[in-house]
Every structure is written in C-alpha cells, then in structure tokens.
C-alpha cells in the first residue's frame, strides 16, 4: 500500500516533504474507529518510512532496482492529534544517518502546521535476491 501521494520537495541526501490525502473510502476507516473515522497512527509512521524511503532511494548512488528498505526501528514517537478524512498531511522527513546499509532519520507529519506525529525511525537497506524465504 502507498502512503505516500506526492513528493513535494526533496534534498539530495538531507530531507524530503512529501504529501498524503486522507480519504474518507480508505479501506481500514469502517473499523477505525465505528461512527469516528481516524487514521491509525501506525500508518502515520509509515508515511514518514515510505517519505524516508524515497529519500534515501534518489541519494544513493547506486540505481538498482532490487533494493529495498525495511524498516528497523521506530523510537520516540508521539501522537499529538488525531488524523481524520479530509485531511492533508505533510510529511517532512530528515535524514540524521546514512552509511552503508543503516539510515536514520526524524520525521514530522503536519496538517495545516499543526503537528499530528513526531518519529525517529531506522531503515536498513537490502537486495530481494537476499532475502531468506
């Protein structure tokens, strides 16, 4: 699934913003919440790794399309308002670490410059043919 609608601004190896349209028909909004419809805040972190991910595939040198990121870890992450249908959320991501096969980054999702979420997250970066199935 994609969490991430449009790249707004990217630095080559720094930062990247990106967008999100919350849409009423999305497919988990029946259950989250019955009559109250708020975006689960795990997949507000994922739209700060998806941003993250983007980030990190257009600085690195290297344009194999084998690569992937998986997500490593997630610390200190807070939710401060809830995310609801209508909304647009601003993604802005930078990068604090990036050497070899570890990224480490800080995230903010914003709607209208209010803070929804802060994260700082990790990313490891790996093949498809080197994965164990």
């Known amino acids: 699934f994609l969490l991430v609608d449009?790249?707004?601004?990217?630095k080559k190896g720094n930062s990247i913003i990106a967008i999100k349209s919350v849409s009423g028909n999305e497919p988990f909004?029946?259950?989250?919440?019955?009559?109250?419809?708020i975006f689960?805040?795990?997949?507000?972190?994922e739209a700060m790794a998806q941003a993250a991910?983007?980030?990190?595939?257009?600085?690195?040198?290297?344009?194999?399309?084998?690569?992937?990121?998986?997500?490593?870890?997630?610390?200190?992450?807070?939710?401060k308002k809830p995310l609801f249908p209508g909304n647009l959320l601003t993604i802005y991501v930078e990068k604090k670490i990036g050497r070899s096969?570890?990224?480490k980054f800080v995230g903010q999702a914003k709607v209208n410059d209010?803070?929804?979420?802060?994260?700082?997250?990790?990313?490891?970066?790996?093949?498809k043919d080197g994965i164990n199935k």
């Open 6 to 10: 449009k790249i707004i601004d990217i």
């Open 29 to 37: 909004f029946p259950g989250h919440f019955p009559g109250f419809p």
């Open 40 to 45: 689960p805040g795990v997949l507000i972190v």
């Open 53 to 79: 991910s983007c980030l990190a595939k257009i600085s690195m040198s290297s344009n194999d399309k084998n690569t992937l990121f998986y997500l490593a870890s997630i610390d200190k992450t807070k939710f």
């Open 101 to 103: 096969s570890l990224w």
């Open 114 to 127: 209010e803070l929804i979420c802060v994260s700082e997250f990790s990313a490891m970066i790996g093949l």
